[in-house]
């Protein structure tokens, strides 16, 4: 499967964005498929998952009340919905699929990785 991450962009505190993952390749139904953001010098860290078998999601308390992951499985497509961004969710920020995964939260269980896209809120 390839994926293809896009809607980053420039926003000010307070404000939301919605990011798509766009999938191609292979059908969004057989993949857990999870957000992720990585600031420089930081370690990749996990935002949400949904699950293949289902749709069930998965937040990391960090996000959980801010974030929302859905997916469109007639365009095969994830998105993630920000809501009250803040500054230190500036990040760029990653989608993933994992075939037929079960641990949504656990990055090396990740087996195929979209480009990035930058998100950068302003206070």
């Known amino acids: 499967v390839q994926l293809q991450a896009s809607g980053g962009g420039s926003v000010q505190a307070g404000q939301s964005l919605t990011l798509s993952c766009q999938a191609s390749g292979a059908s969004i139904n057989s993949y857990t498929m999870g957000w992720f953001r990585q600031t420089p010098g930081k370690e990749r860290i996990f935002l949400a998952a949904?699950?293949?078998?289902?749709?069930?999601?998965y937040y990391a308390d960090s996000v959980k009340d801010r974030f929302t992951i859905s997916r469109d499985t007639a365009k095969n497509t994830v998105y993630l919905q920000m809501n009250s961004l803040k500054p230190e969710d500036t990040a760029v920020y990653y989608c993933a699929a994992d075939y037929r995964g079960h641990h949504m939260s656990v990055i090396f269980e990740y087996d195929y990785w979209g480009q990035g896209t930058q998100v950068t809120v302003s206070s």
């Open positions: 949904i699950g293949w078998r289902g749709g069930g999601t």
